[in-house]
């Protein structure tokens, strides 16, 4: 497997700081779900990175999700991850365009909402 640099991967070190602030706490409390998101560099499905955001415990990881099932797995390419994370795209278009893919629970999908995110920063 490639290991190819995604933009989706500065975002991810960006939540982690973003989960340990007082802010990240309030929406642990808030939301409490578990989400598995799938990255992939040029087509979903193909060479995906896994990433596991769980916002029970206010970690993000690289890998799979080992604690059974997560609550939904979000599969993105990878510009179009970065394009929702920082709001230039519509999660709703995102998912009606095909550009995001969702398994698992549609409720905790709708949970998944760009206050996750930290505000976008100069990337």
Request: glycine share 8%; aromatic share 8%.
């Amino acid at each position: 497997m490639a290991t190819t640099e995604l933009k989706s991967d500065n975002l991810f070190e960006m939540m982690k700081l973003h989960l340990a602030s007082d802010a990240g706490k309030e929406l642990i409390k808030k939301i409490g779900l578990v989400y598995q998101i799938n990255i992939a560099p040029k087509k979903i499905g193909i060479d995906e990175v896994s990433y596991v955001v769980d916002l029970k415990k206010g970690e993000v990881t690289k890998g799979k999700y080992e604690g059974g099932k997560p609550d939904a797995t979000f599969s993105f390419k990878d510009d179009d991850f970065v394009k929702v994370a920082t709001g230039k795209m519509n999660p709703q278009m995102a998912f009606m365009r095909g550009a995001m893919k969702i398994k698992g629970s549609l409720s905790a999908a709708q949970k998944f909402t760009p206050d996750i995110f930290p505000k976008p920063a100069k990337m």
